[in-house]
């Protein structure tokens, strides 16, 4: 069946911008994650939703970071005045239960400038 | 907090050869999951290979296999008859045995090039 998608691939921000990223999960999974990855360096965890609800946003690094997942499929991470430090790769990764494996998407390239 | 440390930024293998890839990590935990992740450049994280921290024995996956060391938290990947796809980044990462979503854990990574 068809994997973990996001969108858009790539996305170039002005300071200041808002963005939104959007994951799609596999169908079925209960679980999905979203993690940062700045160049050269390991993914590193945002938040976690169970269905509908976000039960960890321990890892948002800022109030500016908000994420959703209104229907408990689709879940779209939206970046409020954006700041070059935002500049990651942000990675979308589902399971069908939380304690199942992750299955990744192929990441949202921001760019901020 | 748990951590994971990578301490080989870059390794390089001769194809057909084997290379070893070496993690460290930290938890207070007794029961959790180990992992390793390749990460090619289109930047798609795939899992390579899976250890249960209640499992004596070592995980394999046909070339992949692991060295698990519990009392020294040592978690070692090898990759044997390398081949020119196997290049891409290496992410070791560790992940709590809990029964809501827990987070991974991820190192620092290690870039493997494979030489023809």
């Known amino acids: 069946g068809a994997g973990v998608s996001q969108s858009p691939r790539y996305k170039v921000a002005k300071r200041g911008q808002d963005v939104a990223l959007r994951c799609d999960p596999i169908?079925?999974?209960?679980?999905l994650f979203w993690y940062q990855q700045a160049l050269g360096q390991g993914p590193e965890f945002l938040t976690y939703f169970q269905n509908e609800a976000q039960l960890d946003k321990s890892g948002l690094p800022s109030d500016r970071f908000f994420a959703e997942r209104p229907e408990g499929s689709v879940s779209t991470l939206k970046i409020q005045r954006t700041q070059q430090e935002d500049s990651a790769v942000y990675l979308c990764?589902?399971?069908?239960?939380?304690?199942?494996?992750?299955?990744f998407g192929p990441g949202t390239r921001l760019t901020v400038t | 907090a748990q951590t994971v440390t990578q301490s080989q930024p870059e390794m390089s293998v001769q194809e057909a050869e084997t290379v070893t890839l070496s993690c460290t990590y930290d938890t207070s935990e007794s029961d959790y999951y180990l992992f390793w992740y390749k990460q090619p450049p289109s930047r798609q994280m795939i899992l390579v290979i899976r250890q249960e921290a209640y499992k004596q024995q070592n995980a394999t996956e046909n070339r992949f296999s692991v060295n698990f060391q519990k009392a020294a938290k040592s978690f070692s990947l090898k990759i044997s008859d390398s081949q020119l796809g196997d290049a891409a980044m290496y992410f070791c990462a560790y992940r709590r045995e809990e029964t809501s979503g827990s987070r991974l854990t991820f190192g620092e990574g290690t870039q493997l090039t494979v030489n023809p």
């Open positions: 169908s079925g999974h209960v679980s």
């Open positions: 990764a589902s399971s069908y239960r939380g304690r199942w494996e992750q299955y």
